[in-house]
């Protein structure tokens, strides 16, 4: 999320590592980095000079505590001024909920993954109204995603326009938490402002959330402003931070528009919306890790059904090539293998030069492989004779000296998990 900024602060901070103190010329040099590392993320520039001021006051002639080195103490110091930066935490009403923005930044998609993220933290009973009529398309999309994910959507008239839609849903449906997808435009323009606000009249939203694309960087910053000055917005939602996003918006945001970032979408699936946690997000952009967000997709992927795989998975006399891929299905949508491991705490230190992407394609591949045995092959992978594995690495792509190389992975793994008593690790994490 925030890769190429850590690795920049990281680096221009790594040098004071071995310095008995913090002097005035190396805290100079220091500092003169960090600030071009975060004009070069697209941080809004009034950002940087007024962080950069607040961390040079606090570091300047400050004595280093005798358990922290000068590094550390740094890292502290700008960990907290960015924490202040991106604010504390807000209650929000999700009793109606307006999503509004511009075509393209994901509303629809982020209305699903609202109502899903409503749905397993236990706020109600949402219900997806599609009141993006003019994009032909809004309203199929937001109906097959309530389909999919057993969210409800309002059953609207196709030829009803979105301030009757709204009228007639709020009427209908006070008893749930209404999730408003509206219609966006592909510029700010007056008849976008002029609907909104009729909208915003019928509706009277208790919360209205801007969605925006996070890899525009600081344009993300003047269309908050924009919608903030007409609407009065009530949070953000920062969308595709998963991408080549610098980070920048996430880190101006707040100062610039005075309003809050509530929610963070990092990827496709319908558990990547992450609530926005100032502590979190600094701890990441610093490379420090965050135990906490990487404890809550362990939790967000072992619901109800997948519990049941994990409890099998304690069987470890049975864990064959498909409790192999049953685990390996459950640790891809808790996400991608770099994301999860920058959660690590001190895992950036180590990871330099890594090629993680690698990871991400060896675990699609490994399931490939899985997938092109049979069912008794999966159960009993001794019998892949010479013939069986040349049949498997063809059909799967891959070779049979990669498909050996897995096989002796998973016979290491099988035996570790025997000796390290997985099956309480197993049945401990199907009772969370």
Request: glycine content about 8%; charged content about 25%.
């Amino acid at each position: 999320m925030f890769d190429a900024l850590t690795e920049k602060i990281r680096s221009a901070i790594s040098p004071l590592r071995q310095k008995g103190k913090i002097r005035a010329a190396d805290l100079a040099a220091t500092i003169r980095k960090i600030k071009l590392s975060l004009l070069e993320a697209d941080v809004h520039y009034r950002v940087v000079q007024d962080l950069i001021t607040r961390v040079s006051e606090r570091l300047l002639n400050q004595k280093v505590l005798p358990t922290l080195n000068p590094e550390q103490q740094i890292l502290a110091t700008i960990q907290q001024e960015i924490e202040e930066l991106l604010g504390g935490s807000c209650s929000v009403d999700f009793r109606i909920t307006l999503l509004i923005g511009l075509q393209g930044s994901g509303k629809t998609t982020t209305a699903a993954k609202l109502g899903h993220w409503l749905k397993k933290n236990q706020r109600g009973n949402p219900l997806l109204v599609p009141a993006d009529t003019r994009r032909p398309a809004a309203v199929e999309q937001l109906k097959r995603l309530g389909k999919k994910h057993r969210i409800d959507v309002f059953d609207a008239p196709t030829t009803s326009g979105a301030e009757k839609i709204c009228k007639q849903v709020v009427a209908a449906h006070a008893d749930k938490n209404l999730i408003i997808d509206s219609a966006g435009r592909l510029q700010m323009d007056q008849p976008l402002m002029r609907e909104l606000e009729r909208l915003i009249k019928i509706a009277k939203p208790t919360t209205k959330l801007l969605v925006v694309d996070a890899m525009i960087g600081q344009e993300a910053c003047n269309i908050a402003k924009s919608f903030h000055n007409e609407c009065g917005l009530d949070g953000i939602v920062l969308t595709k931070m998963e991408g080549d996003a610098r980070g920048g918006a996430a880190l101006s945001m707040r100062a610039v528009t005075g309003v809050p970032i509530l929610f963070l979408g990092t990827g496709e699936g319908i558990d990547t919306l992450e609530r926005f946690d100032a502590a979190s997000i600094a701890g990441r952009i610093l490379g420090m890790g965050d135990m906490r967000a990487l404890l809550e997709r362990s939790k967000s992927v072992i619901d109800n059904e997948s519990a049941v795989d994990v409890q099998e998975l304690g069987n470890v006399r049975e864990f064959t090539l498909n409790s192999f891929l049953k685990l390996n299905r459950m640790l891809s949508r808790m996400g991608p293998v770099a994301e999860m491991l920058a959660m690590i705490p001190g895992f950036s230190k180590v990871s330099k030069g890594l090629d993680l992407s690698a990871a991400e394609a060896t675990r699609k591949r490994v399931e490939a492989m899985i997938l092109s045995m049979t069912l008794e092959e999966r159960g009993n992978p001794r019998i892949l004779n010479a013939s069986r594995r040349q049949r498997i690495a063809a059909g799967s792509g891959t070779s049979v000296p990669e498909l050996n190389r897995f096989l002796k992975q998973y016979e290491q793994m099988k035996k570790l998990l025997q000796k390290q008593g997985a099956a309480a690790l197993f049945k401990g994490l199907a009772r969370r």
